[in-house]
């Protein structure tokens, strides 16, 4: 009889267990996925997200609508849509600030940095606007070309020779800052064709002179007239 009264009660309980959740294992919430376009939206994105991180300068400014552009989210390729006409921007500070943004390693940042500041290049008095801004401009890139990243590197590089086809001879007076972080990668095989070839575009826009300057820094090259 005793016997008999202690299971009942283990019995009931064994039942309990199988046929309720146990309360102190729910199951997790199923949590909102993200719509593609919430990526693409500046204003859902979190600065905040990575704990460990402040959010950059350029991405804070992005997120403040100091970059008159956005990005365009197509089936094929982005694109950008500026506010503005870019022939109507100021270049100071925002080719500065769009060449802070190649550091980027976050999207949209790195594809707003880049092809902004591309854009920006290609309006027909850009020359006369970026010259002015070529000292302050520089050391901006040279930390794109000093990063360990190497698609900011990469960046870095395209936007170098971009801007050097705009100012021309302009650059050579600050050609030297950057040679020196050129010079480094050009011992990475899978670089070394992609800086020779920009090297060679620096000459071609910065002219003769370019070349005393690249070899000052760079022996081994070779020019493209030798």
């Not at 202690?6 to 199951?27: D, G, H, N, V, Y």
């Not at 794109?144 to 100012?167: I, M, N």
């Amino acid at each position: 009889m005793s016997s008999g009264v202690r299971i009942k009660p283990k019995t009931a309980i064994q039942k309990s267990k199988t046929s309720s959740p146990l309360p102190c294992s729910p199951e997790p919430a199923a949590k909102p996925q993200p719509k593609p376009s919430d990526k693409l939206n500046p204003k859902t994105i979190d600065p905040f997200g990575d704990h460990s991180r402040a959010p950059s300068a350029f991405a804070a400014i992005y997120a403040k609508g100091g970059v008159p552009c956005r990005l365009m989210h197509g089936a094929v390729k982005h694109k950008l849509q500026w506010e503005c006409l870019p022939e109507t921007l100021p270049f100071d500070p925002l080719l500065i600030t769009l060449a802070e943004g190649l550091r980027e390693t976050k999207h949209p940042y790195t594809f707003v940095s880049k092809e902004g500041f591309k854009e920006l290049l290609l309006v027909e008095d850009a020359a006369e606007k970026a010259v002015p801004l070529l000292p302050r401009l520089v050391p901006v890139l040279k930390a794109a070309l000093a990063h360990s990243d190497d698609e900011v590197f990469e960046r870095g590089l395209d936007a170098l020779v971009q801007l050097s086809a705009v100012v021309g001879s302009s650059l050579n007076d600050h050609l030297k800052l950057l040679l020196t972080n050129l010079s480094r990668r050009l011992m990475d095989k899978k670089f070394k064709e992609k800086i020779t070839r920009a090297l060679q575009k620096l000459e071609q826009y910065g002219g003769q002179a370019t070349v005393a300057i690249i070899k000052s820094k760079i022996p081994t090259y070779c020019s493209v007239s030798s």
